[in-house]
């Protein structure tokens, strides 16, 4: 009954920029720290950025200065503007609602090409 359900991943070159979405259903939205998180081939699952009920913000340093995170609680959808992005970047992107528990989207690629 729960479900997030990420899109807009896609090809992009290097200094390029990609807008992902995610669309919530089945939980009490604004109650949740959202989040991404991505994960590259090798790799373990890293936490990109967060943003809470009240609008605070975290970044990883990585991709601070480039990246946001917004959310519509009016829409139950959560977003990542992704600005001059690099070939670093390119990974699986996953939603994610933290609140008692987690609940996880089934990710959007995103490719960046060199």
């Known amino acids: 009954q729960v479900q997030l359900v990420e899109s807009g991943g896609g090809l992009v070159q290097p200094g390029g920029s990609l807008r992902l979405s995610c669309a919530a259903s089945?939980?009490?939205?604004?109650?949740?720290?959202m989040g991404w998180y991505r994960q590259s081939p090798g790799k373990q699952r890293e936490l990109v950025a967060t943003i809470s009920s009240g609008l605070t913000t975290f970044y990883a340093d990585s991709v601070k200065g480039r990246f946001t995170i917004s959310r519509d609680n009016a829409k139950n959808t959560v977003s990542l503007q992704m600005n001059s992005l690099k070939t670093e970047d390119m990974a699986v992107y996953y939603c994610?609602?933290?609140?008692?528990?987690?609940?996880w989207g089934q990710g959007t690629q995103v490719t960046v090409s060199s």
């Open positions: 994610n609602a933290g609140g008692l528990r987690s609940y």
């Open positions: 089945g939980i009490r939205f604004s109650l949740y720290l």
